[in-house]
């Protein structure tokens, strides 16, 4: 069997890691790769947003079942251009279509179709520049701390948390007045602050059956104690030890079951992962945010977890028979600590060597933004490696990643050492 992998960091090197160890006989082929996955995959280096480049690349290498990572390629419709292609029939995408992906590519859009279905959600205005005036009026009207939330895609980093009134109202122009974040920041939500602890939760969805796959929890602040700076991630913790049966029941009948049912209903077409991240306020869950992907960094502490033949999982789920599967899951704790470039995730430097990954032992190494640069492996991206350990308790699944992490460097490089700390 012949897989693509679309995407290129620790996400896609996590599912190709995975797939590697499956039973099943298959070649896996990935976009632009970074170093740690050239050594299990067949590279196709091409322009993803080129979806006529895509097809000769599938056709040519017999590829019969696309694995999407990352959300843009899904946002801009690629599952649907590869379903509707006469050519690429027998084409299987795990990835929903372009109409499914707007519940990430538009925060409006998933808080309209939440309310829609009565899921818990935060209250919300939306905003654009022609009204910027009554967003200013809306914060004026509200007590802090101000959320706000560009309505598109921002690779994680588009939520702006504030206390003071005049950031608020600074940060509101600067997302719709100067474009901060490009046509993601075109209307921005301003949403009603939740206080609480929050989790991520996964969601493997055929278009009729769904299971649910290990909760995590992420870590997205720059700084120590969740301060500084969002990010896409600097580490991850899974299982989530607050999380017991009673919420658990909650989540699945007020929060999972009527998002699925929701997608039914409206005949959105939806095969693949859904990620809500929840928080748990006073014992009630409540919605955050919806992805249509598998989160990155909580990909590299759920997957691991998974004792299923993850290519089983993906078959059954591009077949329509998840209602088959008995998902089996590791007891033990998974930790994940991101080593990041300095600067990020603002301006860093990139092609910086990085050293002693040889000498890393009872930890995975997950690559994220690396590249090969003469036989040496270099920096390539805001968030560089992931360094991903278990054992039975978290303490002693940390206390091995921060010993690797001491065995591993490149000039500048940074990590959160209270990864876990408020659990």
């Known amino acids: 069997m012949n897989l693509l992998i679309i995407g290129s960091g620790a996400r896609e090197h996590t599912f190709a890691w995975k ?48 694995l999407v990572g990352p959300e843009i390629p899904l946002i801009h419709g690629i599952s ?34 939440m309310l829609r279905h009565n899921i ?117 913790i899974s299982p ?12 699945e009948k007020q929060i999972i079951k009527p998002t699925i049912n929701g997608l039914i209903k409206e005949k959105i077409n939806y095969v693949g992962f859904i990620f809500i991240g929840l928080i748990n306020v006073d014992g009630q869950p409540k919605v955050i945010e919806y992805n249509v992907r598998m989160g990155d960094p909580e990909t590299q502490v759920v997957i691991p977890r998974i004792k299923n033949d993850f290519l089983d999982l993906l078959i059954s789920c591009s077949n329509q028979n998840l209602d088959k599967v008995d998902l089996k899951m590791d007891s033990n704790y998974y930790t994940n600590v991101v080593l990041a470039s300095g600067g990020y995730p603002e301006e860093y430097q990139k092609g910086l060597e990085i050293t002693g990954l040889n000498e890393v032992e009872d930890s995975i190494i997950f690559h994220a933004g690396t590249n090969l640069s003469k036989d040496k492996i270099v920096t390539n991206g805001g968030r560089v490696l992931s360094v991903v350990s278990s054992s039975k308790t978290m303490n002693e699944a940390l206390i091995k990643s921060y010993k690797n992490i001491d065995k591993i460097d490149f000039k500048g490089k940074v990590f959160r050492k209270d990864i876990g700390f408020d659990l």
């Open 240 to 251: 989530v030890n607050f999380l017991d049966m009673e919420l658990k029941n909650k989540i």
């Open 80 to 113: 649907d251009f590869i379903s509707n292609d006469p050519q690429l029939a027998r084409v299987k995408v795990i990835g929903p279509s372009k109409k499914g992906s707007m519940l990430e590519g538009s925060k409006e859009f998933a808080k309209q179709f």
């Open 120 to 236: 818990p959600t935060a209250s919300y205005r939306s905003f654009d520049k022609l009204n910027f005036d009554k967003g200013v009026e809306f914060i004026n009207k509200n007590t802090p701390p101000y959320v706000l939330k560009a309505d598109g895609p921002a690779a994680g980093k588009g939520v702006i948390i504030v206390n003071d009134i005049d950031d608020a109202i600074k940060n509101l122009k600067d997302m719709l007045l100067n474009s901060k974040f490009g046509k993601s920041s075109e209307k921005v939500i301003i949403e009603e602050f939740l206080t609480g602890i929050e989790m991520s939760c996964f969601v493997l969805f055929d278009g009729l059956n769904y299971i649910i796959l290990p909760y995590a929890k992420d870590y997205k602040r720059v700084g120590e104690g969740d301060t500084g700076l969002n990010t896409g991630g600097m580490g991850s």
């Open 19 to 66: 797939i590697h160890n499956s039973t099943h006989d298959v070649n896996i082929f990935m976009t632009n790769p970074n170093a740690g996955c050239l050594e299990i995959v067949t590279p196709l280096f091409i322009d993803t947003s080129n979806f006529d480049l895509l097809k000769e690349s599938i056709l040519s290498n017999s590829i019969s079942l696309v």
